[in-house]
């Protein structure tokens, strides 16, 4: 499958989700809400499934790890302490003829993104033609036309995150204008100043419009773990080093709304903040970067669909910060951040709320904040990944093609469709007994209508990993036949088995074990 800035698969994933029952627009029968999704009834197990995986990766595999669910709703001092008052903004930039409106460092990392296209495709041109002795990276270090593509490439980000880091927003509309970028819907290149748009949702909660307060809804989970810190580690004992995982909605008022369900405007993280001695956070750091990257790879969506960006500049209170990327439709893209905050948070906490956040170590008989170690993804995201990458185009072996939704077994919707092969002579009777012995273990879904050639295909198409048909030999021998989505191929069960069977393909205790 053609994945890179494929422009058709993205557009195939957006039609798929929608047709089978995943993903809708929210509230589309008003023409929709920008940046806001429902999930179907594919898409809401899909998306359970994923969170489960994460969550028992979590709390059930690690001693130390506890999970808690907090209130999108905070005191708003919290989020002056955590730093979103004041600084969780976008620049953003109008453009005066077309009234739309942009992130200012977007349209210039679309403009590199444009030009490393452009180098690409000369690169790619020429080891065409070259053959197989072709040194792409020779090539691009030593042809001009390259080259000035790759400079165009680079350069203007290394600008602009220096502009930005100098609160230079002046400088970023020069930049902007220098390079001549132009509104992508209309061309015109008529801009207004660049601003700061700060993302938070504002709301209000009170009986009368005098006496309300305001607060934010929040921005990020990871907050509702910190101000509990105390409260968990004490309540539960908890020794450092110790984490707190937390999943549940999140909301930003995003301004770039594009690539489907990957920036929305409400959306779900999945977090966890690990505690731990000063000193020792580069340490874990390494330990759950690799963790992390461990999970993903189990899902087997192969591995050279994932790598780490490690950050270069950082938020002034990380000393460690990487990103793990996935290749997504439209190129590699964070799916998941791994940080190391130090001490910043709880501390912040501490001066705003003036409680102590401390744990007393009892080995070195002192009190101090505990540094900390974040992973955080996001829910949609992660269900973005997995389910582009699972969508496939094959070629068939006797000739014809097939669309075929290759979920991961432990996450797709429905487990196994129990088929009989006709809708008489017994067989549908026997099929409802089969869905009533597997039904307490997993998702299996009925079907008896059309020809099984066609429910096979529907399945495939829906990501269901089994079909499991009951033929009139199934009254003789007491056996079905299992079909793989993936390899096509069929296989005589027997039915005294068959739970079993599918239990050790589609359970997530099997899957959490190739962690
Ligand atoms: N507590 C740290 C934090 O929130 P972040 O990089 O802003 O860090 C973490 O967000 C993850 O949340 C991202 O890696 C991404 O997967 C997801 N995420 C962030 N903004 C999102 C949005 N607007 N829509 C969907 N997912 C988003």
Same mark, same amino acid.
């Given at each position: ?10 557009? &195939? ?17 008003? #023409? ?5 999704? #429902? ?10 499934? *994923? %969170? ?28 002056? $302490?955590? /730093? ?29 993104? &444009?030009?490393?296209? =452009? ?59 220098? !390079? ?28 009368? $419009? ?44 995003? *301004? ?20 731990? +001695? ?42 460690? $910060? ?15 951040? *791994? ?16 409680? +102590? ?26 269900? !973005? ?16 093609? %097939?669309?075929?939704? =290759? ?16 809708? =008489?002579? /017994? !067989? ?7 869905? #009533? ?33 009951? #033929? ?44």
């Amino acid at each position: 499958m053609a994945k890179n800035n494929d422009q058709d698969q993205f557009k &195939k994933v957006l039609s798929h989700a929608k047709e089978y029952g995943y993903v809708f627009q929210s509230s589309e029968i008003y #023409d929709g809400l920008s940046a806001v999704y #429902d999930y179907g009834q594919n898409g809401v197990e899909l998306k359970k499934n *994923i %969170r489960e995986y994460w969550w028992q990766a979590m709390t059930q595999l690690n001693q130390d790890i506890v999970g808690i669910d907090t209130a999108i709703f905070m005191h708003p001092t919290v989020w002056k $302490a955590s /730093g979103h008052v004041d600084a969780f903004n976008d620049p953003l930039i109008d453009n005066k003829d077309s009234k739309k409106r942009y992130r200012a460092d977007v349209l210039v990392e679309d403009y590199c993104e &444009k030009h490393l296209q =452009k180098a690409n495709k000369e690169i790619a041109k020429a080891a065409k033609r070259f053959g197989e002795d072709f040194d792409a990276k020779m090539y691009a270090e030593t042809n001009p036309r390259v080259m000035g593509y790759m400079k165009k490439a680079t350069e203007p980000t290394a600008r602009l995150a220096q502009l930005l880091e100098a609160e230079d927003l002046e400088g970023v509309k020069a930049l902007i204008e220098e !390079l001549e970028i132009a509104d992508p819907d209309t061309g015109s290149k008529n801009w207004t100043d660049v601003r700061q748009f700060n993302l938070m949702f504002g709301t209000k909660i009170g009986a009368s $419009a005098d006496t309300a307060t305001d607060l934010f809804l929040r921005p990020e989970t990871a907050q509702g773990i910190f101000v509990n810190f105390l409260n968990v580690q004490k309540s539960g004992r908890m020794k450092i080093p110790f984490g707190i995982a937390q999943t549940g909605k999140a909301f930003r008022n995003e *301004i770039v709304a594009r690539q489907f369900i990957f920036r929305q405007r409400e959306f779900e993280q999945m977090e966890m903040q690990y505690f731990v +001695k000063p000193g020792t956070e580069l340490k874990w750091f390494e330990i759950w970067k690799e963790k992390r990257m461990a999970w993903h790879r189990s899902l087997g969506m192969g591995d050279e669909n994932y790598r780490f960006h490690d950050h270069e500049k950082m938020a002034h209170y990380a000393n460690a $910060a990487t990103d793990i990327e996935f290749d997504f439709p439209f190129g590699f893209k964070e799916l998941e951040g *791994i940080h190391s905050r130090t001490d910043f948070d709880l501390k912040a906490h501490e001066e705003h709320s003036g409680k +102590k956040l401390q744990f007393f170590d009892h080995e070195d008989n002192k009190s101090y904040v505990p540094y900390v170690l974040e992973t955080s993804i996001g829910l949609d995201r992660m269900f !973005l990944a997995v389910f582009s990458n699972s969508l496939v185009d094959e070629k068939l072996d006797g000739g014809g093609e %097939r669309t075929v939704l =290759k979920l991961p077994a432990v996450l797709a919707p429905v487990k196994a469709a129990i088929l009989p092969l006709l809708k =008489k002579d /017994g !067989l549908p009777e026997i099929a409802n007994e089969i869905v #009533d012995e597997l039904k307490w273990s997993m998702n299996v879904a009925y079907e008896e209508k059309d020809s099984i050639g066609k429910r096979y295909a529907r399945h495939d198409l829906n990501g269901t990993p089994y079909c499991v048909t009951i #033929d009139h030999d199934t009254k003789e021998d007491h056996a079905v036949t299992v079909r793989d989505r993936d390899t096509m191929t069929q296989e005589r069960v027997a039915i005294k088995d068959l739970k079993s069977y599918l239990e050790s393909r589609v359970s997530m205790s099997e899957w959490l074990r190739k962690i």
